[in-house]
T-cell receptor, first 112, second 115 residues
Framework: KQEVTQIPAALSVPEGENLVLNCSFT??????LQWFRQDPGKGLTSLLL?????REQTSGRLNASLDKSSGRSTLYIAASQPGDSATYLC???????????FGPGTRLSVLP | EAQVTQNPRYLITVTGKKLTVTCSQN?????MSWYRQDPGLGLRQIYY???????DKGDVPEGYKVSRKEKRNFPLILESPSPNQTSLYFC??????????????FGDGTRLSIL
């Protein structure tokens, strides 16, 4: 059964720093991996989706990489801003691509 | 505006009183899903649907029912709610069901308290 972990559980950085969030999964036979952002009391917002055939995806200051063989993905946030403060979650579908398993999330605080 | 709409946003009710949480999407998505989010346990999938009249169990289906009679709607039914179903519930949808190839869109959540 797929298991997803995220490190660190929480992170506090000063504004302007570049930072890396990590996501690990136990079964490397994934179709894709998706990164989400969740603000307190809100739903999840999709940030980036990386297909299994891709190695990275970029959107603005965000860059996500995927290494299927090692079961890892990283989310890189450049020049962090207070507005980036949120919980970041990664998710992968199961072997059939229908049932999604989420990581526990990394709670990020960017201090002004 | 493309969106997933859940109702109600908040509900306090008592054990055993049947309730339904509605979910509707306006993006013509084939795939819809329900999750619950609990502190320390994260997001867990309850049920999902690949298309109309096609539903399947996720990781924590016990105590829940769903139906998919129309493409846009995917209600979550608690026939006899119990306190352990107190949680934050999310509905999500995505296009191209099968391999989750498109990003999932989430509703704003329903906070459910069962006394």
């Amino acid at each position: 059964k797929q298991e997803v972990t995220q490190i660190p559980a929480a992170l506090s950085v000063p504004e302007g720093e570049n930072l890396v969030l990590n996501c690990s999964f136990t079964d490397s036979a994934i179709y894709n991996l998706q990164w989400f952002r969740q603000d307190p009391g809100k739903g999840l917002t999709s940030l980036l989706l990386i297909q299994s055939s891709q190695r990275e995806q970029t959107s603005g200051r965000l860059n996500a990489s995927l290494d299927k063989s090692s079961g890892r993905s990283t989310l890189y946030i450049a020049a962090s801003q207070p507005g980036d403060s949120a919980t970041y979650l990664c998710a992968v579908p199961d072997n059939y691509g229908q049932n999604f398993v989420f990581g526990p999330g990394t709670r990020l605080s960017v201090l002004p | 505006e493309a969106q997933v709409t859940q109702n109600p946003r908040y509900l306090i009710t008592v054990t055993g009183k049947k309730l339904t949480v509605t979910c509707s999407q306006n993006m013509n998505h084939e795939y819809m899903s329900w999750y619950r989010q609990d502190p320390g346990l994260g997001l867990r999938q309850i049920y999902y649907s690949m298309n109309v009249e096609v539903t399947d169990k996720g990781d924590v289906p016990e105590g829940y029912k769903v139906s998919r009679k129309e493409k846009r709607n995917f209600p979550l039914i608690l026939e006899s709610p119990s306190p352990n179903q107190t949680s934050l519930y999310f509905c999500a949808s995505s296009a191209l069901a099968g391999y989750g190839n498109q990003p999932q869109h989430f509703g704003d959540g329903t906070r459910l308290s069962i006394l």
